[in-house]
């Protein structure tokens, strides 16, 4: 029997559209929420837009702007370049914050909808030292929405251990492969599907791509 209703956090790029499918088996309503804070490329607002509306799922829009305000760095600001991080500092995509106010947004949001879940794309797997998706932060979290406003929320987070191999493999049982890798937009360049293939996001995705694709016998 499918639990009730859930909130998915959907950014339009691979791993959210994984967890929306995933999200779409789990429960019997699902509804998604994307956070718009000027990033880099509006394309992502609209590609999530299009994956949900062709998935026949209700779309939340809410304005973050007030994130660039805060915090403007390479996902929000065409001047600042995106670069990897190196000697153990953060990458230049790295948004502090992002996750906490994102899922705080989703805690309230999942509230007012009735829905007891939460599911988020968050990954400490390959997480590029991002120290908002560790595992030890979503649950801190978790507890502290429940306590902010007594409930019982559950976040969800169904990429949290796995590789980009295995988010490929999981869309793929989820019969949801061809759907991730041609409707989605994970590059930095805003290039929907296999993207630009130079930016961080588009290695680690096509690596993850091919590490799959060779497991599977097809590479
Ligand atoms: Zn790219």
Known sequence: MKRDKAVVVFSGGQDSTTCLFWALEQFEEVEAVTF????????????????????????????????????????????????????????????????????????????????????????????????DCRDIFIKSLNVTLNLSMDENLVIHTPLMWLNKAETWEMADNLNAFDFVREKTLTCYNGIIADGCGECPACHLRQNGLNQYLAEKGVL
């Open 36 to 131: 718009d804070y000027n990033q880099r490329h509006k394309l992502e607002i609209d590609c999530a837009k299009a994956i949900t509306e062709e998935l026949n799922v209700r779309h939340h829009i809410l304005d973050m702007s007030l994130l660039n305000q805060l915090a403007p760095n390479a996902l929000t600001r065409a001047d600042i370049p995106v670069s990897d991080g190196k000697d153990g500092e953060l990458p230049s995509t790295f948004v502090p914050g992002r996750n906490l106010l994102f899922l705080s947004f989703a805690g309230i949001l999942a509230r007012g909808i009735g829905a007891k879940h939460i599911v988020t794309g968050v990954c400490e797997t390959d997480f590029s030292g991002y120290p």
